[in-house]
């Protein structure tokens, strides 16, 4: 029910009339039936932004950490993703992908939308990473079509760290629907596997004309960390006078 009211009350009409989305391929979303929606991430406005635009209800696989907040924030945060039906996965640990896609099958058998992120997280540079073989692994157990989907303009209107949103035209663009039937019963098959990802990862980029980086930006963002530390040990912050 809050799913609802916050999409076509609350949020819905707000983020509509403050950034006035430019949609592209709407068309592309079957009306029915189960169907992966993949895309690219990089803004906390597209958990919003997208089902602000979409008629059928999209349920997302979001990080844990937005459930297990501390205090009063965490505890709103928490509350507000729950409300909306979105499913919490924990992305640490060897069965963390294993569960993501359990809970995936689980929104893709009940006939509905599911959304996500192949890259895993959050792009920290606006450029497009490589994608992980989870949503293959769904597309191909759940025999449902695979839509790539383009966010454009959401890392200018809110980057990583940005708490607030500053107005720019963003586009959400959807892309044909991908059939992966052809390999059917062959999810096991590493190497069909990163194929499908592949493809679904060319999908987006051709529709985002991101700068695409083959490499997982998890792995990415822990080395730039990693140097930004040991530079901070090297030469530290002088005490100010």
Excluded: W
């Excluded at 189960?34 to 999209?58: C, E, Q, T, W, Y």
């Excluded at 965490?74 to 963390?96: C, H, M, N, W, Y």
């Amino acid at each position: 029910m809050f799913y609802h009211v916050l999409k076509y009350v609350l949020l819905g009409p707000l983020l509509r009339l403050v950034f006035r989305p430019r949609i592209e391929g709407l068309e592309h979303i079957p009306s029915s039936g189960p169907a992966i929606v993949a895309g690219n991430h990089l803004s906390f406005a597209d958990h919003f932004l997208m089902p602000a635009i979409l008629k059928r209800r999209i349920t997302f696989l979001a990080k844990a950490e937005y459930f297990t907040g501390p205090g009063v924030k965490g505890r709103l945060t928490a509350a507000f993703f729950r409300s909306i039906g979105q499913i919490p996965v924990d992305r640490s640990g060897k069965e963390a992908g294993q569960a993501a896609i359990r809970e995936g099958l689980g929104v893709l058998r009940k006939d509905e939308l599911l959304g996500i992120y192949p890259e895993g997280t959050r792009s920290h540079d606006g450029r497009l990473y490589k994608g992980k073989v989870g949503v293959a692994v769904m597309a191909l157990r759940a025999q449902a079509p695979v839509i790539p989907c383009a966010m454009i303009g959401t890392f200018e209107a809110q980057p990583p760290g940005r708490k607030l949103p500053r107005i720019h035209p963003v586009t959400i663009r959807f892309g044909k629907p991908l059939d992966f039937s052809r390999y059917a019963g062959m999810e096991g098959e590493k190497a069909v596997l990163r194929a499908i990802t592949d493809e679904i990862m060319y999908a987006i980029l051709s529709l985002s004309e991101q700068e695409y980086v083959d490499r997982y930006a998890a792995e990415v963002k822990a080395e730039e960390s990693a140097r930004k530390a040991d530079a901070g040990r090297k030469f530290p912050r002088m005490p100010m006078s």
